[in-house]
Each structure stands twice: as structure tokens, then as C-alpha cells.
């Protein structure tokens, strides 16, 4: 790339490369040249953004977290409305698309940026499952509190249960997600019993 040639957004630009190359290729395969390679820039321009690249690596992982606060804000208000059943279904549907997927295995695969990631946001659980076990218990405990679960429902046990199997279920497709049907199925089996007994 020409010296002096301004690069609009170089933030954003490095991180789509960098989700591009996981997906493609693996959390084995994401290095600072990989990177600059896919998005056609030169090496140094990362580290004109980024400390290093395990601080680009914690920051590409801190803009998927975000998207999961926003996430949390669109369930929460759907709280409520449609069945708890079909909400947490597109929720997770739309929590773990192939890059969410991606991002978890590499926080997984690098030591040094879950350590990172832990500064940053202190608290157990794996980075990016832990925001989303968040995402659902707050969302479970608004419809608590609106009578449609039973009101002694445990919801972050169920939480962990619906993104633990969620993951699972996700992780474990190669390209492609699992039919509705099969994700359907998962959180009907996890709530099957709150949902019951609030009839009671």
C-alpha cells in the first residue's frame, strides 16, 4: 500500500479481516501479517492502532461483546411479547452466527487474550459465553417477573443451560446452522419445565 494513502476506518477494516481469516481458516491461522495481508494494508498499520496483537485481538473480541449488549437490549424489550420459546430461539439463533462461533474458539485456542479479556471484565465463565449467559438471565427474569415462567425459575442455571447447549449445538455445524427446527427443540427441552409449571 502507498505511503501517505489515508485508510477510512483502518479499525473497522482490520477487524472484518481478521474475522474473514478466522472463519476461513482458524484461530491457528490469525497473526498480525495475516491479517494486514487480508485487508490489504501493511503490517505496521495495525500496530499504528493497537499496542500489540493480542490488544487488537482484545478489542476485536470487545466489539463482538458489544453487539451482544445490543442484543440484550432487543430481547429484553421482546420480553413479553410472542412465545418465551420463540424469542429465545432467535436470540441464540442470532448469538451464535459462524463469527460469534469463531471468536469463542479463539478465546479459547490464545491463553493470553482470555487473561486480557478477564482484566478487562472481571467474573467466571468464558469470555463472550458469559456476556450471553448475562443476556438470557435477564431476559428469563423479566418474563419471571411477567408470570410467563414459573416464579421460582433458577434463570441463570437455565441460562448457562440454553448457551451451553446453544454453543454445542452451533460450534458443532461445519458452515452451515442447524435447522430452526434444532434449536427449537433445544430450548423447549431446557424450559419445558418453567413453562409448565406456571400453569400450575
Given at each position: 500500500?502507498?505511503?501517505?494513502?489515508?485508510?477510512?476506518?483502518?479499525?473497522?477494516?482490520?477487524?472484518?479481516?481478521?474475522?474473514?481469516?478466522?472463519?476461513?481458516?482458524?484461530?491457528?491461522?490469525?497473526?498480525?501479517?495475516?491479517?494486514?495481508?487480508?485487508?490489504?494494508?501493511?503490517?505496521?498499520?495495525?500496530?499504528?492502532?493497537?499496542?500489540?496483537?493480542?490488544?487488537?485481538l482484545a478489542e476485536l473480541v470487545q466489539?463482538?461483546?458489544?453487539?451482544?449488549?445490543?442484543?440484550?437490549?432487543?430481547?429484553?424489550?421482546?420480553?413479553?411479547?410472542?412465545?418465551?420459546?420463540?424469542?429465545?430461539?432467535?436470540?441464540?439463533?442470532?448469538?451464535?452466527?459462524?463469527?460469534?462461533?469463531?471468536?469463542?474458539?479463539?478465546?479459547?485456542?490464545?491463553?493470553?487474550?482470555?487473561?486480557?479479556?478477564?482484566?478487562?471484565?472481571?467474573?467466571?465463565?468464558?469470555?463472550?459465553?458469559?456476556?450471553?449467559?448475562?443476556?438470557?438471565?435477564?431476559?428469563?427474569?423479566?418474563?419471571?417477573?411477567?408470570?410467563?415462567?414459573?416464579?421460582?425459575?433458577?434463570?441463570?442455571?437455565?441460562?448457562?443451560?440454553?448457551?451451553?447447549?446453544?454453543?454445542?449445538?452451533?460450534?458443532?455445524?461445519?458452515?452451515?446452522?442447524?435447522?430452526?427446527?434444532?434449536?427449537?427443540?433445544?430450548?423447549?427441552?431446557?424450559?419445558?419445565?418453567?413453562?409448565?409449571?406456571?400453569?400450575?
Amino acid at each position: 500500500m502507498p505511503t501517505g494513502v489515508h485508510i477510512r476506518d483502518a479499525r473497522r477494516q482490520l477487524f472484518d479481516a481478521a474475522e474473514r481469516v478466522l472463519l476461513r481458516d482458524g484461530p491457528n491461522a490469525l497473526t498480525s501479517r495475516a491479517v494486514a495481508t487480508e485487508a490489504g494494508v501493511a503490517k505496521g498499520v495495525l500496530h499504528r492502532h493497537f499496542a500489540d496483537f493480542d490488544a487488537f485481538l482484545a478489542e476485536l473480541v470487545q466489539d463482538r461483546i458489544a453487539r451482544i449488549d445490543d442484543q440484550a437490549a432487543a430481547l429484553r424489550e421482546s420480553a413479553g411479547t410472542g412465545t418465551v420459546a420463540g424469542n429465545l430461539t432467535g436470540a441464540l439463533t442470532d448469538l451464535f452466527d459462524s463469527i460469534a462461533v469463531a471468536i469463542v474458539s479463539l478465546v479459547i485456542f490464545r491463553d493470553e487474550l482470555r487473561a486480557r479479556l478477564r482484566q478487562a471484565r472481571p467474573g467466571p465463565g468464558i469470555p463472550v459465553l458469559a456476556e450471553a449467559a448475562t443476556m438470557i438471565a435477564s431476559y428469563l427474569g423479566d418474563e419471571c417477573e411477567l408470570g410467563r415462567i414459573a416464579a421460582d425459575a433458577d434463570v441463570d442455571t437455565l441460562a448457562l443451560s440454553l448457551i451451553g447447549a446453544g454453543h454445542l449445538l452451533f460450534a458443532g455445524q461445519e458452515g452451515a446452522p442447524p435447522e430452526p427446527g434444532a434449536v427449537d427443540k433445544v430450548v423447549t427441552t431446557v424450559m419445558a419445565d418453567v413453562l409448565q409449571r406456571r400453569l400450575l
